[in-house]
T-cell receptor, first 113, second 110 residues
Framework: DSGVTQTPKHLITATGQRVTLRCSPR?????VYWYQQSLDQGLQFLIH???????AKGNILERFSAQQFPDLHSELNLSSLELGDSALYFC????????????FGDGTRLSIL | GIQVEQSPPDLILQEGANSTLRCNFS?????LQWFHQNPWGQLINLFY???GTKQNGRLSATTVATERYSLLYISSSQTTDSGVYFC????????????FGQGTRLTINP
């Protein structure tokens, strides 16, 4: 158990819909990272938050947004969903905002029908 | 951006065999992690090893940062070792993120 909690574990929805994925980092970790794992793109970095502030963006679509709340949990919002958004979404956390190991949650498997 | 290449892409072995997985990266890094993705999709953190050598039971890893590669050794393989092994690196330049290789799919047959 990594200590990173992601909910829900599975999500099935339809094209055009909006969903919210939730992540609670390990106790004491200030950084939260989001990654997407798809069959064609592999594992890709989406966004990094540190202590409530956005630190870096990767290959995140404009239809996607994220935030980190004062209690340090994070949410990834995906809107106007397309078939190609079907993927496994991982959240990871680390102690600080610099060079430390990242610990991954079990992921949320999103299926778009 | 930084490129991460893992080899071999697929590996099929009998239980009890030993294996070596390789990860090459194209630029200097300040973070390197090895993960095992099990059949349920969970990413299990194996090693945090930006340089040097570490061992954990039947698994060990070595990173030679100056030559830009890392090796993961699995000895006396068990069927539960099956899955995909990912190497992920954190580039020195730019955002604090992990860049993943495409993985090595390991199948251990009984």
């Amino acid at each position: 158990d990594s200590g990173v909690t992601q909910t829900p574990k599975h999500l099935i929805t339809a094209t055009g819909q909006r969903v919210t994925l939730r992540c609670s980092p390990r106790s004491g970790d200030l950084s939260v990272y989001w990654y997407q794992q798809s069959l064609d793109q592999g594992l890709q970095f989406l966004i990094h938050y540190y202590n409530g502030e956005e630190r870096a963006k990767g290959n995140i679509l404009e239809r996607f947004s994220a935030q980190q709340f004062p209690d340090l949990h994070s949410e990834l919002n995906l809107s106007s969903l397309e078939l190609g958004d079907s993927a496994l979404y991982f959240c990871a956390s680390s102690v600080g905002g610099g060079i430390q190991p990242q610990h991954f949650g079990d992921g949320t498997r999103l299926s778009i029908l | 951006g930084i490129q991460v290449e893992q080899s071999p892409p697929d590996l099929i072995l009998q239980e009890g065999a030993n294996s070596t997985l390789r990860c090459n990266f194209s630029d200097s890094v300040n973070n390197l992690q090895w993960f095992h993705q099990n059949p349920w999709g969970q990413l299990i953190n194996l090693f945090y090893i930006p340089s040097g050598t570490k061992q954990n039971g039947r698994l060990s890893a070595t990173t030679v940062a100056t030559e830009r590669y890392s090796l993961l050794y699995i000895s006396s393989s068990q069927t539960t070792d099956s899955g995909v092994y990912f190497c992920a690196v954190g580039p020195i330049q730019g955002a604090q993120k992990l860049v993943f290789g495409q993985g090595t799919r390991l199948t251990i047959n009984p």
